[in-house]
């Protein structure tokens, strides 16, 4: 199950079929390097709720507690857009 709201209603998953081998050994070559598990972070919740990054770095294990690739600005424009009533919206 998707988590996301808008999944109940719309289905975003999309196929590609590619006919040139060429072309689709590429294009494997990239999703794979996109895929990676150093290329991606797992989420879980610690005993608290609280959110937690989890992805590879150099063959080591990290675990972060705030987005990845967020700013203090992004996150405090998230937090404030959280006290908006959007949920309706999604």
Same mark, same amino acid.
């Given at each position: ?6 999944? $109940?209603?719309?289905?975003? !998953?999309? &196929? ?5 081998? +060429?072309?689709?050994?590429? #294009?494997?070559?990239?999703?794979? $390097?996109?895929?990676?598990? !150093?290329? &991606? ?5 610690? +005993?608290?709720?609280?959110? #937690? ?38």
């Amino acid at each position: 199950y998707n988590m996301d709201p808008r999944s $109940r209603v719309w289905n975003s !998953e999309i &196929a590609l079929i590619v006919r040139n081998p +060429d072309f689709a050994r590429q #294009v494997l070559q990239e999703m794979e $390097r996109d895929f990676a598990p !150093e290329a &991606a972070w797992r989420l879980s919740l610690d +005993d608290t709720g609280a959110l #937690v990054w989890t992805g590879e770095s150099e063959d080591e294990l990290v675990q972060l507690t705030k987005d990845p690739g967020s700013s203090w600005w992004d996150r405090f424009l998230w937090g404030m857009l959280r006290l908006l009533p959007l949920e309706n919206e999604l």
